[in-house]
């Protein structure tokens, strides 16, 4: 019963430590203020859209409600060049709609790991595991090994980040859309290449720092448990 307590320990974890992956993603594209403001000026993204900051900000808004199901539809009315006219076109929308399918998706697997983590608690508590004991040994084990996983994942993608910025998009979407033309599509100059660097950097840092903080927690519990142990 004990293999089994540390097996659903470890799963937990995994299921943690993916939870805290999307997070850190929601954390980024979400709760930053100000940030895509700075990213913008750092890129000089006003003069290439040839747009004012605040017309560009509101699309940006607008566009971050669609990715997370808060607006039906990419059909945003701004002024470009002193024009009025739709931001999107209908190739930018196409993309904009596998790319929201991926974001929804990532809601719903973090849900789907919350779920997993209170399943394996109660399976844990129902066989009377001891969970002060083999809950933070179990964590800290499995947020070793998926971190070291991540470490090594995060140091290949960023040794040449546009190669595998390619492979990203053809193993997550089955056409081309996502291959935008900055002579027409307004979309790739507000977000170019080095802003996805600057954005992946920051989730890396965000993901960082909580797994961090979960093991290091985790491993206190353990080294006061083992120092108690230790007490005459």
Same mark, same amino acid.
């Given at each position: ?10 799963? %937990?974890?995994?299921?943690? /430590?993916?939870? %805290?992956?999307?997070?850190?993603? =929601? ?9 895509? =403001? ?18 560009? %900000? ?37 993309? /904009? ?99 996805? /660097? ?35």
């Amino acid at each position: 019963m004990k293999y089994l307590h540390y097996a659903l320990g470890v799963l %937990l974890t995994f299921c943690l /430590m993916i939870a %805290l992956l999307l997070t850190s993603v =929601e954390a980024v594209a979400y709760w930053t203020p100000g940030y895509y =403001e700075k990213e913008y000026a750092k890129y000089n993204v006003t003069a290439a859209v040839q747009m004012e900051m605040d017309d560009l %900000l509101e699309v940006t808004d607008e566009m971050m409600a669609y990715l997370r199901g808060r607006r039906d539809d990419l059909h945003v009315p701004t002024v470009v060049n002193g024009q009025p006219r739709e931001f999107f076109n209908d190739r930018e929308i196409a993309h /904009m709609e596998d790319v929201r399918g991926l974001f929804i998706g990532g809601l719903r697997l973090r849900l789907l790991c919350v779920a997993a983590i209170v399943v394996c608690l109660a399976v844990m508590a129902l066989t009377k595991a001891d969970l002060r004991h083999v809950l933070p040994r179990a964590v800290c084990a499995g947020t070793g090994l998926f971190f070291a996983f991540v470490c090594i994942l995060a140091a290949v993608i960023f040794s040449d980040f546009s190669k595998y910025f390619i492979i990203f998009h053809h193993i997550f979407f089955d056409n081309d859309l996502w291959i935008l033309d900055p002579r027409t599509d307004l979309l790739i100059n507000i977000v170019p290449e080095p802003f996805f /660097m600057d954005t992946a950097a920051r989730i890396a840092i965000t993901y960082g720092i909580s797994v961090a903080a979960v093991f290091l927690v985790c491993l206190g519990i353990v080294l006061a448990g083992r120092r108690k142990k230790q007490k005459p």
